[in-house]
């Protein structure tokens, strides 16, 4: 094994390699069979990640010699792999947040943001985050792209000084499109003046003006002079096609250090209940119980996200009450939920930019499940079977709600309901919090003491960050 990689590239292009190839050239394409629905995974991103996942046990156990390798799996792929198959796509993680695989105990979470290149007028600075993956984006402005400069400072008055010379920094301008606005004297005089589109500039207050359309020189001559300390400025158009200066947007790659920490739990049973297992159903319990233990951590790793979303969501932005007002049935005034649910999409939006479509996924306890349900638009999902944690409830109104029973006994929980809705992108830079496996399940060999027990004890090694809490929201169900 291990003939497909001699030297470890990017996770995601590490994953799609050994996507493709077979066990026996080092990769996991056995695991990802197109032609089997049981095996394939959809998701082209899942599909790579789970591979790394994957890739990172058998490079630890690679470190093993065969003996302890042996006793810890009980064969190579038998058991461990198969578990990390099934698990680690179905975590519900991958539908909510970023899910950014390690290669290492010790790596780093990647997210972008958009750095404003160029001066533009007063809306835009250069150096300043067109957008922030923290904040969203800081300024309401819209017209970076496009022809429009708005309120460019030529100069600032001095209370003595009547003309004032600039180059524009957009060229060639087109005619008919400079405008003057400054204001003298804590507005008790106004100055608004245009070009001509002929190269002079005329208005109130303006004595003489000039504009060269090429270059982008102006003069300007005011009848007062412009007050101490304010800036003069001028809006204008610009004709993109030829211009030598197009604005530029700075794209940096912002990683920051993670490090995978371990989530153990051990586990013991009777070795004579293993042998009448054993004998009598022809059934490995070390196995099942392996199965079992790792469906609990698959839980706990799932819980301890949601856990972080909800902390980072802080106070509910919003209630729906059970009692149906006027005459309506409650499965009609059920409905209505999605009210404050678009709310949450909006205050999500208003905050980061992100979120215009509404919301992505709801995660619900078990009172606020029941209003869902009953809600008109509600479709449900196929029923799961032997879940131990949170699992897809269905859709409303196309967006996938999944209940955590756990979710009602959380700090802040109220006791008629509690829903926690966020917002994930169509990429992985998209989303509020980063959830980076390194080893998804490993295990202690299995040992036997006079008492007659035996005992293993399992782990999962993975960090998480929390990127930008704004994008999680809660709304509370009240009487």
């Known amino acids: 094994m291990g003939k497909v990689l001699n030297t470890r590239m990017n ?6 390699l050994l996507v493709s190839e077979s066990i026996e050239n080092g990769g996991w394409a056995e695991y990802f069979d197109e032609s089997n629905p049981e095996m394939w995974i959809e998701d082209d991103y899942i599909r790579a990640a789970t591979a790394v996942v994957l890739q990172n046990e058998r490079n630890e156990l690679n470190k093993l010699n065969e003996a302890v390798r042996t006793q810890q799996t009980g064969g190579f792929v038998d058991q461990i792999f198969p578990l990390i198959r ?5 975590l519900i993680a991958h539908e909510l947040f970023s899910v950014q695989p390690l290669q290492q105990e010790n790596g780093q979470i990647t997210y972008l943001n958009f750095v404003y290149g160029t001066n533009k007028g007063s809306d835009f600075v250069k150096g300043q985050r067109a957008f922030d993956v923290m904040t969203g984006m800081p300024s309401n402005a819209s017209n970076y792209s496009s022809e429009t400069v708005n309120t460019e400072v030529i100069g600032a008055g001095t209370g003595g000084v009547f003309t004032f010379t600039y180059t524009l920094l957009f060229i060639p301008v087109r005619p008919g499109t400079l405008r003057f606005v400054h204001d003298h004297s804590a507005g ?3 100055t608004d003046g245009i070009d001509s589109a002929n190269g002079t500039i005329t208005g109130t207050n303006i004595a003489a003006g000039t504009i060269n359309y090429e270059t982008g020189a102006i003069s300007i001559t005011f009848t007062i002079a412009p007050t101490n300390v304010t800036n003069i400025t001028c809006t204008y158009e610009y004709q993109s096609e030829v211009s030598p200066t197009t604005p530029l947007i700075d794209v940096t790659i912002t990683s920051t250090a993670i490090k995978a920490v371990r989530n153990a739990l051990r586990f013991r049973y009777s070795m004579d209940g293993a042998y009448e297992a054993s004998g009598q159903f022809g059934i490995n319990l070390s196995q099942v119980l392996q199965s079992g233990m ?3 951590v698959a839980a706990e790793i799932d819980r301890s996200l949601i856990a972080k979303a909800w902390a980072a969501a802080g106070t509910p932005i919003a209630t729906f009450s059970l009692t149906a007002p006027g005459a309506i049935s409650r499965r009609q005034h059920f409905g209505d939920v999605v009210v404050p649910i678009n709310q949450a999409g909006s205050v999500i939006y208003e905050q980061t930019h992100r979120c215009n479509n509404g919301v992505s996924w709801m995660i619900v306890d078990a009172n606020a499940s029941t209003v869902i349900k009953s809600a ?3 479709t449900p999902a196929a029923k799961p079977e032997g879940v131990v944690g949170a699992y897809k409830l269905g859709y409303i109104n196309d967006v996938p709600v999944y209940v955590d029973r ?3 006994y959380l700090p802040g929980a109220v006791a008629d309901g509690n829903i926690l809705v966020g917002y994930k992108g ?15 399940f490993y295990f202690t060999p299995e040992y036997t003491l006079d008492d007659f027990l035996s005992r293993r004890a399992m782990a999962s090694k993975y960090g998480s960050k929390l990127v930008n809490g704004r994008m999680f929201k809660r709304i509370s169900i009240v009487p």
């Not at 996770?11 to 799609?16: F, L, Q, R, T």
């Not at 099934?86 to 179905?90: G, Y």
């Not at 169509?426 to 998804?440: D, H, I, S, T």
Request: proline letters at 5%.
């Open 188 to 190: 008790t005089v106004v």
């Open 294 to 296: 790792a469906a609990i």
């Open 426 to 440: 169509g990429n992985f830079f998209e989303a509020g919090l980063v959830y980076a496996p390194y080893r998804m």
């Open 11 to 16: 996770a995601i292009d590490e994953g799609h």
């Open 86 to 90: 099934a698990a680690f796509p179905n």
């Open 406 to 408: 756990y979710l009602s």
């Open 376 to 378: 008109e638009g509600f």
